[in-house]
């Protein structure tokens, strides 16, 4: 089946199906006449398991440690269900808090935030969480996406510099001096433009929508 088929027979979208690929969480076989996907009623099932898993809440991580058997069905939906229980907890504690301004605050201008900001502070010791947890994991990603490409930038500039160093020493033909030196340079302009894209998704949410169901 092509992608399309697939997507449609599991009842989820293209996008979803290149993500959980890139998170290896499916390896669908390629045709050898054209390097195309082809997907079979296997990979179909496993999108569907992963579906499944995924509107539970179940990480991406977690997946890949079930499909490795590294991690059993019962120890995931155990976990999975005392972090709802504490989900659920820190829900009632924000409710808490909104009711608190229904109740007490007479408006926006005469808000005293101090107030229930220390409310929140002292909630927050006992392990109630308000912080956004998406915005968390944007912000890791983010920092990742960063260093991976200052590691690579910087091994190609190390790279252009010991080139330049053994041409002093050892002189090579300017053409060829120049050629390796620009496949470098291009090799850091392409890694800061993927850097640039990437930067872009996940600001502007491509990722998390490709993540959901």
Same mark, same amino acid.
């Given at each position: 089946?092509?992608?399309?088929? @697939? ?10 199906? &290149? ?61 999975? %269900? &005392? ?13 808490? %808090? ?14 005293? $935030? ?28 983010? /920092?990742?996406? %960063?260093?991976?490409?200052?590691? @690579?930038? %910087?091994?190609?500039?190390?790279? !252009?510099?010991?080139?330049?160093? $053994? ?15 620009? @496949?470098?340079?291009?090799? !850091? ?6 850097? /640039? ?17």
């Amino acid at each position: 089946m092509k992608i399309n088929q @697939v997507a449609e027979l599991v009842g989820i979208t293209s996008k979803n199906i &290149r993500f959980y690929e890139d998170q290896g969480l499916i390896d669908p076989k390629r045709d050898p006449s054209n390097g195309y996907r082809e997907y079979s009623l296997e990979d179909a099932e496993q999108l569907k398991k992963i579906r499944l898993l995924r509107q539970l809440g179940v990480s991406c991580e977690n997946i890949r440690k079930l499909n490795s058997g590294d991690l059993s069905l019962e120890k995931c939906m155990s976990d999975r %269900i &005392r972090e709802l229980d504490a989900t659920h907890s820190n829900i009632e504690h924000t409710k808490v %808090i909104c009711s608190m301004l229904s109740d007490e605050a007479s408006g926006l201008q005469n808000l005293d $935030a101090d107030k229930y900001l220390g409310k929140i502070r002292d909630m927050e010791k006992g392990g109630v969480r308000f912080m956004n947890v998406n915005r968390s994991d944007v912000k890791k990603r983010r /920092s990742g996406a %960063i260093i991976a490409a200052a590691a @690579v930038v %910087i091994f190609m500039i190390a790279a !252009i510099a010991l080139i330049i160093w $053994a041409d002093g020493i050892d002189p090579a033909p300017k053409g060829i001096l120049i050629f390796m030196i620009a @496949v470098f340079g291009i090799v !850091i302009v392409g890694v800061l433009i993927a850097l /640039s894209q990437r930067l872009k998704e996940l600001k502007g949410g491509e990722l998390d929508e490709a993540d959901k169901y």
